[in-house]
């Protein structure tokens, strides 16, 4: 049974237990007690002194984030905080205004903020607000809005990526689901951030509102009420009263500044802290630069001559540590090309009898794309490849042979060209530094790039650099990647050269499989009714069909009750293909199990029929080659409705004529699907949409 992936990694995870859940209901039923009901002054104290401590957690840990979307709970826990706050505030003015007494959290932050100067602390918890309000807040609402709408902008681009990959086996399905729920949490996410920056707005606004409010109603009530002289009144209100604002805009700023980090933190491997400090100092001759700006400046006369000394100091420092530690990675990088060479020079000489050894599958490599193929330079070719035979093996029922990979100098720098038994089947120049961005349909405008042709299905397509990819993406345009192209082109070379890579030895390893499960129709057909050779060239003609050879038994059940009549395998293989019907038509059929087919004009079929002639071999059709491109361009013209409407180019016909003109036309038109009424599934709706006439 398969197991379910997990949505997040399981290793080093912490939870506050089982009942997590529980404690957030009491948590925010506790924010609406808090706002109803007066709470005593060290309850308060309490409560503000969590409020401090979930700030700072909050903030640190924005900086140990690698993504954003790692804090994807954030725009939630941004309001409850902001509640929380807010739930303080209410509180803490009941007290102020009910007893002139808010604990000794807000009485300190008053008395020692302030440092005894009732203006000093106005002042400061003004510059609070502005930095607040102004500038964090402000800057984290516009870079969220245009994180928003960029992401999902880009998202049916990622989307048709991912379908991309999919198909072209690059990736699994699970991992595809995975990645579309990636791409989807990560547009709900920056859609959630839009809006909770707008708390933290109204959150300054309202800290704003609820100070004047304590000092203009605390003055009244000490003055009208408590008969308080109004100085005294004045300094005992407005102290309380900054140190409550103080108490709650500290926190708000941090949070403020945590939500900046999370919407302006771009994808990483490493967090924060550790980029900066990379970042920073990579580049040594800035920070020279730097200290010796400052030295300078510490020989002005009267500059603080000790300060700029010291960070001269400390930036000089910082350099030659930065020099040293790139000079030991380049000399770590030499000794291991060194040794690498060392290691290639050191191999044992080829043996003569090795150069009769021919690879079934081989791709030559120019010297600029051997980082492709290399993991240590980031490469992920042999991985894509890898997933490669995976997707063959499972969907076509043949394992693909080893591919081998080389370096050719010979070539191009950046061309490549896949080998067939050391013939050259196909080749292609990539641009190992851009992406290839390709116009499913839905983009308007054009990208700047260089103009070329998509290899494996001669789309026209653009190779954009890496500063116009977001742009492309953007636009509506699917991204590939340089080793998705080169992945993707090698996959439709392996299907449209599927028959040629089956030897006998893979048909008798598929046998010597099957016969584990099934040893009793292996031990009837072979080598009684058919010999290996005989069902090669049955599993052949299927595979140039493209049909799947993975239903073995079933296969060799028909060749069972075939084989004893007929040896043709022409022949045979087209009952085998009525006894696949399901399978065949499912890759045509839509979701609503609807077949749309283009039909066969009686006429033509008869004509078909009538030009059979029987030779020693077999049959054959000798139709003159102005006749089959006449024939071959009508059926281009009318499977080409099919083909606009996003459909796959069928034709159908009546069993004893789909071999032949198959035969016709696909020399002409390779990716025609040609069936016949005995290959379609009864559970199908078929639907014609025109016919081809003689």
Excluded at 157 to 172: F, P, R
Excluded at 470 to 489: K, M, N, Q
Excluded at 590 to 610: F, G, N, Y
């Amino acid at each position: 049974m398969a197991v379910p992936a997990q949505r997040y990694p399981a290793v080093g995870r912490f939870t506050l237990g089982r009942n997590a859940d529980i404690a957030l209901s009491i948590f925010i039923v506790s924010i609406i007690v808090v706002l109803l009901i007066p709470i005593p002054t060290p309850l308060l104290d309490i409560l503000l002194t969590i409020n401090i401590s979930l700030s700072v957690v909050v903030l640190l840990a924005t900086v140990y984030l690698q993504r954003p979307i790692e804090f994807a709970v954030f725009p939630s826990l941004l309001l409850m905080l902001t509640l929380f706050r807010l739930s303080l505030n209410v509180a803490s003015t009941r007290l102020i205004l009910a007893q002139a007494n808010a604990g000794n959290v807000i009485q300190a932050f008053g008395g020692f903020v302030t440092s005894g100067n009732l203006f000093v602390g106005i002042v400061i918890f003004i510059i609070l607000v502005v930095i607040q309000f102004v500038v964090i807040t402000r800057g984290a609402t516009r870079i969220s809005e245009v994180a928003a709408r960029f992401t999902l902008d880009a998202m049916p681009g990622k989307q048709m990526g991912v379908d991309s990959d999919l198909n072209a086996g690059l990736i699994t399905e699970d991992q595809a689901r995975t990645r579309r729920r990636d791409i989807e949490r990560e547009a709900d996410f920056y859609g959630a951030m839009d809006g909770a920056t707008k708390f933290v707005r109204g959150d300054a606004i309202a800290g704003i509102i609820i100070t004047i409010v304590n000092i203009v109603v605390g003055f009244i009530i000490g003055v009208a009420m408590l008969g308080l002289p109004w100085p005294d009144a004045a300094r005992v209100y407005t102290q309380l009263t900054i140190g409550d604002g103080l108490v709650s805009q500290i926190p708000a700023l941090l949070i403020s500044v945590g939500a900046g980090l999370v919407v302006t933190r771009t994808a990483s491997d490493e967090n924060l802290g550790t980029d900066l400090g990379m970042q920073l100092t990579r580049y040594p001759r800035a920070l020279g630069v730097a200290a010796v700006m400052l030295l300078l400046f510490g020989m002005v006369p009267g500059m603080p001559t000790l300060a700029f000394f010291a960070v001269s100091g400390l930036l000089a420092f910082l350099m030659v540590s930065s020099q040293r530690l790139q000079e030991r990675v380049r000399r770590e990088e030499a000794a291991f090309e060194q040794a690498r060479e060392r290691e290639a020079r050191e191999e044992p000489p080829q043996r003569t009898e090795d150069l009769l050894t021919i690879d079934p599958l081989k791709i030559e490599l120019g010297y600029g794309l051997i980082a492709l193929a290399d993991p240590k330079q980031g490469g992920d070719l042999l991985a894509r490849i890898q997933i490669i035979r995976q997707q063959i093996a499972s969907k076509m029922g043949f394992v693909v042979p080893v591919i081998r990979i080389v370096d050719n100098m010979r070539l191009r720098p950046n061309e490549y060209r896949v080998k067939l038994r050391e013939s050259v089947i196909a080749s292609y120049e990539l641009m190992p530094d851009h992406f290839l961005a390709m116009n499913p349909g839905l983009a308007e405008e054009e990208v700047e790039g260089y103009p070329t042709k998509e290899p494996a299905f001669g789309l026209q397509a653009v190779w954009v650099s890496r500063a116009q990819r977001d742009r492309a993406e953007r636009l509506g345009y699917t991204i590939v990647e340089p080793s998705a192209v080169l992945a993707t082109h090698l996959t439709e070379l392996i299907y449209a050269h599927a028959d040629e890579l089956l030897t006998r030895e893979d048909v008798q390893a598929l046998v010597n499989h099957l016969r584990d499960s099934s040893p009793t129709v292996v031990q009837e057909l072979l080598p009684n009714i058919l010999t290996y050779g005989e069902l090669q060239k049955v599993l052949h003609r299927l595979l140039r069909e493209r049909v799947s050879i993975r239903n073995l038994e079933t296969i060799l059940e028909v060749l069972c009750d075939y084989g004893a009549r007929t040896k043709d395998t022409e022949v045979l293989a087209e009952y085998v293909r009525h006894a696949l019907a399901r399978e065949i038509c499912a890759g045509y059929a839509d979701e609503k199990h609807v077949l749309r087919v283009v039909t066969l004009a009686p006429e033509l079929e008869q004509e078909i029929l009538e030009a059979l002639r029987q030779a020693e071999t077999g049959e054959y059709i000798p139709v003159a080659p102005e006749r089959a491109e006449v024939i071959a361009e009508r059926t281009a013209r009318s499977v080409q409705p099919l083909i606009l409407a996003g459909h796959e180019p069928v034709v159908l016909t009546s069993a004893p004529v789909r071999r032949y003109f198959k035969r016709i036309v696909e020399r002409h038109i390779p990716k025609v699907v040609v069936l016949s009424y005995n290959e379609v599934d009864p559970a199908l709706v078929l639907e014609s949409a025109g016919q081809v006439s003689a």
